[in-house]
Structure formats: C-alpha cells, structure tokens
C-alpha cells in the first residue's frame, strides 16, 4: 500500500456523566446529548472502500446514536496529502477530521492540536498494543494522533500444496529437506522456486510466490521486509535507515543489497506481471490459488481464509485491479483455497550486517525480525477547525474496541488488529476463519508482535521526497538500468542531500524519536 503522510484531528472532550455516553460504553468516546442537532462533521480520506468504507459506516451509526451527522469526502490516495498540505498552508481546509498514514504525522503536526486527555486516559487509548500507540500517536512527545489501524507484513501459504504427500516427497529429493513454511529468506527462495510453473488445480501454472512489485504500489515495503532480518543489527537498534548518531544513510550497506538482490531474483517465480502487481492484486491472485505463497499485509488472512468468501468487499476480477497506491481497497473474488491457508512470521537470516564492524556476523540461530510496514492509519484534527469536541468523539467512536473488532471481519474494511482485544478473543476468528487456520492466524500475530525485535518504519519530516529519491532508484534497478549497488548508492546521496537541505541536527532528534530512542546530545 502506498503509504505517505496524513493529517491529524483535534479533539476536545468535555467530562460528561457516563449515562449521556452512546451505546459503546466505553467511556472515553466523549459523545454528548449535547451533540444532538449540530452541523455536520467534516471527514477527509482516502477513495475506496477501504478506511473511508468504515468511516461512512461508523458515520451513519454515529449520527443515530448522537444527532450529529458525518459527511465523508473520499479522495484518491495520490491527491491525499496534496490536499491537506494546501489546505494547512493556505488556512482553507474545510475539514474536522482527517483519517490519514502514519507516517505523514511528521509533515502534518504543526498545523494538528493534540489528542485531549480524556481520550489518552481512556480504555480506547488504554487498549491498543504499545507498538501502534507509542510509536504512531506521538510525535515531539505530544499525542497527536489516535491509531485506526495496525500493519505489519507476513506471509501465507497453501496449506494443500505443502500438506500433499507428493509434493513433499519432490521437495524433500530436490532440496534435501522437508517442505515446510519457511524460516529464512533463503528458505523461502528455495520453496518459490520448487512450486513456480507447477501445475495448479485447474491446470495453469501457479507463481512460487506473490509481492508487489509496482512503484506506488507498496514495492518500497517490499524491500524494506526483505531488509529487516539483515539490517537491525540486535546492537545497533535503529540503524536500518541512517546511522541514529550521524544520520548518513544506511540503505546502501551489503544488508540493503543483499535484500535487493533477493528481491529481484524472486520475480523470477512469480506471474510473467510481476512488476505490475501491487498488494491488492497479490491478495486477490492468492485468493483465487494462483500461487503458493505471498508476503502481504494481515488482510490476506481475512480475503483468503473466510470460510465464507470475501467479507463485504466489492467484486472484482484480477484483470480488473487497479494500481491504486495503496492496497486497502481489498477486492476480492470469493476465495478459492478458504480452509486451506497457513501463515508465517516474516522470513529471516542467521546473518545481520553490523554497520559498526562493517562486517557480517552469524547469529546462534535464525532471527526473524518484524517490520512494521507502513504502521497503520491514524485519525487527526486539525487545528484550525471548529469542531473539535465532537470530532473526537467520532474519531473515538470510529476506534472504539467494539466497533474496530467487527471492522477486522470485514475484508473491504483496510483494518488489521492494533488492539490487545483484537487478539484476546479467538471466537470471533474461529467463526470467520475456522479453528485451525484461525488458531495459525493469531498464533502469527501474537509472534509477530511480541518479537524480540521489531523494526519500525521510516517517519521523519520529508519523509515523501526520501521515499521517492529511493524508487527513482529502484525503477533504474528494476529495468536494469543500474545494479543493486549502483540503484542503493545513488538513493543514499540523494538522502544525503535531503538531510542536509532539511538540518541535520533536526533529522537526527525527529529520526531517533522514530526509531524509539533517547535524543542524543550534540
């Protein structure tokens, strides 16, 4: 999913008695009897069923519960950020509230007001996993943003092409060993490479696996989760994309090339298209059985494992999906292989590059290392606006445990678990997904989640122009324009330029705050 910068939301909530509180009971959404009969809000978006889906719905359901009707403009994803950055530097940004990435709160935060205190007190804040709250609601230590969403990349697998004893006998006299998800990247070449041109169910060829490939079309969280595993040093934290203490870029060190390199030469197992795909169309085509395997955000688990087909989402045939930018507009035809997928922790390496030695090091065993791709969207309001009061309280309502927790059913919805109870509960799961591949779901999730390192995105100010010197490079790389070595070296002059023209001194204390670590005195 193209993810680049978002805005944010004010939110002032008065105290008010908890029998004036809507239906949720939560305590901390701050609806008022004293809402009824207001304008209405104003929420910007992105197009597409996904989060501007939910924010119509939970629009509809706000406005019975509380008087206050919500109008949600909806606007294609590559015009987003555009649109809000104008509006706050021009003063005219008819809106209350905004549903944006994460990873835009850096450009956006001047012009937001902070998450009011009843909020962050509240069981609503209370409730979600540490990783989306501490390391997407802030920004210069201040709450500014309330999380929507939770993302990080795994993968999925056909459990009836791994469990089929034909197929692991082949696999076991080719690579001398048993078929099995895999543990490392290695690994995981091994297994696309074995089930890439084998003949599927109904008699065409199935890709060894599914990753985007296409520029805005989440290709750059592609090599960021290759990198992961390779790039966060367990003594270095923080290193993946500069050096935390100089903020010289790290994304052309041998861990960054290897993960290119790796990336590149997995094209070569999946469709003859593969540069074209983004992550819609990977979940859609794993759906429809079309390969073995995918790297994908946790919606593929809902698209393609639904006991009863894609839940409220649009049809659509793969012919037909678009490169839209961002993958949360899950469409999907009804699955063909639900039942019969498993889930693995993102793959990782027995070796990590240490950027202090400048050397590779062998670990005592195999490390996978979590990525939190993308993060995840949050809800801000701006500063400017008028309605403060009640756009928290829909925000609030919109993120509410109960109201979030059936969103995570719904395949068209773009929400994947952020909440402790998102994952405290497998009875929802198990309804949807049946016991076994439920079980695998969560037991990946929870993995995932409580790694002993998880890397975090990058987010800094100018984040967008750092993102795009790297794909220019990458689309020299891509078309063989320029090696791996050539296409990485290139981006990190170009960051390099960036951070100087942006003030270093700033870009390293906003990076580290980033990253989850201690400001460095000069």
């Known amino acids: 999913m193209t993810r680049l910068h978002g805005l944010f939301v004010i939110f002032v909530i008065f105290a008010v008695p908890s029998a004036a509180l809507p239906v949720t009971g939560d305590g901390g959404d701050g609806s008022d009897e004293r809402n009824r009969g207001g304008s209405s809000l104003q929420v910007l978006t992105r197009d597409t069923t996904a989060i501007g889906g939910p924010a119509e719905r939970h629009g509809r359901d706000f406005e019975a519960a509380t008087g206050t009707a ?24 008819p809106f209350d509230a905004l549903l944006i990435p994460s990873a835009w709160l850096p450009d956006f935060a001047p012009y937001l007001s902070p998450v009011p205190e009843r909020i962050i007190a509240g069981p609503i804040v209370g409730d979600i996993l540490p990783l989306y709250r501490d390391a997407l609601m802030r920004w210069n230590n201040r709450w500014m943003a309330l999380t ?8 999925a697998y056909r459990r009836d092409l791994f469990e089929d004893p034909d197929t692991g006998a082949a696999f076991a006299a080719e690579y001398g060993r048993p078929l099995q998800p895999p543990q490392t990247w290695s690994d995981y070449r091994d297994v696309a490479a074995f089930f890439s041109g084998r003949q599927g169910a109904d008699g065409s060829a199935l890709a060894g696996t599914l990753e985007a490939y296409a520029r805005e079309g989440q290709r750059i969280w592609t090599l ?57 169309a990977v979940r859609i085509r794993f759906a429809a059985g079309q390969a073995a395997m995918n790297i994908d955000w946790a919606d593929t688990g809902v698209l393609a494992g639904a006991l009863g087909g894609a839940m409220g989402g649009e049809r659509a045939s793969v012919a037909d999906t678009p490169l839209s930018g961002d993958p949360r507009d899950s469409r999907t035809e009804t699955s063909a292989i639900a039942g019969n997928v498993g889930f693995f922790v993102l793959p990782g390496s027995r070796e990590v590059w240490n950027p202090a ?7 005592p065993s195999v490390r996978s290392v979590s990525f939190l791709a993308f993060g995840g969207w949050i809800a801000v309001v701006p500063a400017v606006g008028a309605e403060h009061e009640r756009a928290w309280a829909y925000v609030a309502w919109y993120a509410s445990p109960e109201h979030s ?32 591949q439920a079980e695998d779901y969560l037991r990946v999730l929870r993995a995932s989640l409580s790694a002993p390192q998880i890397a975090r995105d990058l987010r800094l100010p100018g984040y967008r122009a750092y993102i795009a010197a790297l794909e220019d490079q990458l689309d020299r790389v891509m078309t063989g324009g320029a090696t791996p070595e ?3 070296r290139a981006a990190a002059a170009d960051w390099e330029a960036l951070t100087d023209r942006l003030g270093r001194n700033s870009q390293r204390r906003h990076y580290r705050e980033a990253m989850g670590l201690s400001e460095k005195s000069d």
């Open 405 to 436: 927790a059936r969103d995570l059913l719904d395949g068209s919805s773009g929400i994947n678990p952020y909440r402790l109870s998102h994952l405290d509960d497998p009875a929802p799961w198990r309804s949807l997904l049946g016991d076994r």
């Open 70 to 93: 919500v109008a949600v403009t909806r606007v294609p994803f590559a015009d987003l950020y555009e649109r809000i950055m104008l509006g706050f530097v021009t003063g005219h940004l």
């Open 486 to 488: 050539e296409g990485l």
């Open 224 to 280: 960021f989760s290759h990198a992961a595993a390779y790039t966060n040093h367990p003594d270095h934290p923080g290193a993946m994309f500069f050096d935390p203490d100089t903020m010289v870029p790290a994304i052309d060190n041998p861990g960054w090339i290897r993960a290119l390199r790796e990336m590149l030469e997995l094209r070569r197992f999946g469709p003859a298209d593969a540069d074209r795909l983004d992550s819609e």
């Open 357 to 363: 030695s400048g050397a590779w090091e062998t670990l």
């Open 148 to 155: 929507i969403d939770g993302d990080l990349h795994m993968g």
